[in-house]
């Protein structure tokens, strides 16, 4: 049974930084070949994706974390991290971790549970 379990969610003052970690298991030896994204959802608002790196380590962010945001994958440790720096009042939001085989936002068929990030002004 494959899981994606996220940590390093928190409260933070705005310009502050915070990093995101995503375990994976159940995945075996296929793990390295998978896309890997972070997404979020604030209350409210649908939900969008922040980050992703593919199986060969290429990344894309929105313009909205751009800069801000870095995501990067062990591919050894079937993790993958997010970065996030100069944290603004409207990065605050649940952020998942999901896994996919490749295409828009890696076409998600795995999520994890999600982790808070709150940003205080």
């Known amino acids: 049974q494959v899981q994606l379990v996220e940590s390093g969610g928190g409260s933070v003052q705005a310009g502050g930084s915070l990093r995101l970690s995503c375990a994976a298991s159940?995945?075996?030896?296929?793990?390295?070949?998978?896309?890997m994204a972070w997404f979020r959802q604030a209350p409210g608002k649908e939900r969008e994706g922040v980050a992703l790196?593919?199986?060969?380590?290429?990344?894309f962010y929105p313009t909205s974390v751009k800069g801000r945001f870095t995501i990067s994958r062990d591919n050894a440790k079937k993790t993958v991290a997010l970065q996030m720096n100069s944290l603004k009042p409207e990065d605050t939001a649940m952020y998942y971790c999901?896994?996919?085989?490749?295409?828009?936002?890696?076409?998600?068929?795995?999520w994890g549970q999600g982790t808070q990030v709150t940003v205080s002004s």
């Open positions: 790196i593919s199986r060969q380590g290429g990344t």
């Open positions: 999901a896994a996919g085989m490749g295409g828009v936002w890696c076409s998600p068929r795995d």
């Open positions: 159940g995945y075996g030896n296929t793990y390295s070949n998978l896309c």
